[in-house]
């Protein structure tokens, strides 16, 4: 089976390895080259080539010179219809066509052309585009794309294809079958599994039943993997209302002086061991502090029971899951271990809460992100949490709400949601992604600056958050009306609870672009400045960080971390003085 791809008049522009936006502008450059070349692929076994994606076709042609207009013979030829993505810089590429040609001019130097087209995952209306644009690099020698070698790179450029070509190409395609019924049934069977292809990349999420990414691990569940030295323990605790917590340790050795870390709501310890990058676990190890525990409180993305309606709330974990560890803790580690808290979002509202009631005290240091005392979120949040809880739990009869919604097989229920948010989001096209800005505050996206994430981290989102129930929204929606952290039943004032107790050193933190709770511990600062409590806190901000990557971006070894340390240090010697 054999089909032509004819395209005229494409540039060559001179330049070094690229990133998207340089390709893009190749197209308008002043040193832009008209090229043009001719190929023929050839398909051996059609059913080989559509069973395996990484089975190459050969590709025959000429192909011009960019300066010296010769026309070059393809030496040899490849092409890939359906790949894994290698050459894209787009982290949402789904697939990629792939042509590698190598040429030879009459001066006997030898020239590689590599070519690939972008099939970025959903993304339906750019279908026609993305399928005829042919992002390209010349480069000196013959070599693969992904062999491995540097490359002597001369020149990049896009390739678009033209209305008039395109048809040309379909009237050119022809089996070397002598029974015509078996030819066109050949025939068919190629473009019945390329337009396949295409559906399963491009059709809207919420139709797909994609079972690649149902089952989708890049990392093992709740891995502690990117813990690189020391000894990993877990914990079950059973809470005083009996429900069953856990604490994980990691130690590589034995201190007075413990970290106590707190995830946020949905999350878990995972947030604090990730494997793609320096995570806060080995950061700590390498800076002096030897053991490290981590708190999966009952709203853990770790735990099932977040996926049944339940009445839980603030004051729940408050009265029940901080001081339950912070017991056990002491009971391992002495009474006089020195506990440095950092937590996270509801977790930090959590803790902060229960130091403000007086469940835990005896705290050396505590880092707070994102929230504390004064919750504030953004008009749009807040609309969501007013009528959110109970239209998806009692209109839709939903018991739970997750960023997983979207990877169910089938018509699962919930990718409506998806879809939903898809319709109004153009700044990636990762599900979960999406579904975490629906379920926390409001931007594109909310919950951090893609900036910030590594890829990885990017397609693991789906199992970094997980599952909760709506009552928690509910306790946080009675919060932001009164406008500072008050019991479910509104009979306590944890902020003016807190005045009236010892306080830890606090540093209260938060990135300037958090678009779940903007501006919140920035107001309980400045609200403890005044109060008796002003030596005892500090704030800082993060410029170019959002809510969650303050702890789970790939740059925080390097810009936020060191600050964390720098308090925990200066903490360790105003205890000892």
Known sequence: MAGHILQKQFELVPAKPLKREQFLSSEHSDQAIPYEFTLTIKVADVDRFIADPELQAEAVGVISHPWTKETLQVEKGSFNLFTKPTASPDLNTAKEMHYTLFL????????????????????????????????????????????GKNKSVVGNGVLHISVADFLKQLGTFKTENQDLLEGKATMAKFMGAFAGQLWEAYAPFVFTTTSARWNEHIFPMHTTQGVARGEKSLHPLDTADGLTISLQRFSTGKSKSVVLLLHGLTTSTDMFVMPEHQNLVNYLHSNGYSDVWSLDWRGSGRFTYNLSPHRYTIDDIAKNDVPRAVEYIRSLCGADVKIHVICHCVGSLSFMTSLAAGHVQGITSVISNSVSLNPRVRWQGLLKLCVGPEVMEYLFRYPYVSPRMPYFPGFGFGKWLYWMERMIRSECTEPACHLVSFMWGWGFPAAYKHRNIHPTTHRRL?????????????????????KKAVSYKGDTDYLAELEKRPMPRTLFVSGSENNIFPGSNKVTYEHLLKTQHARQVSYQEFSEYGHQDVFMGQYCHKEVFPKFLQFMNDSEAASAN
Do not use: C, P
Not at 116 to 142: I, N, P
Not at 462 to 482: A, E
């Open 104 to 147: 030879r001019d009459r001066n006997g130097e030898a020239w590689t052309f590599f070519g690939f087209k972008e099939v970025l995952k959903e993304d339906g209306l750019e279908m026609w585009d993305q399928t005829t644009t042919l992002y390209f690099y010349v480069w000196h020698g013959h070599s693969d794309f992904s062999d």
């Open 462 to 482: 789906v199992d970094l958050f997980g599952g909760t129930s709506f009552h928690y929204y509910r306790h946080i929606r009675k919060m932001l009306f009164k």
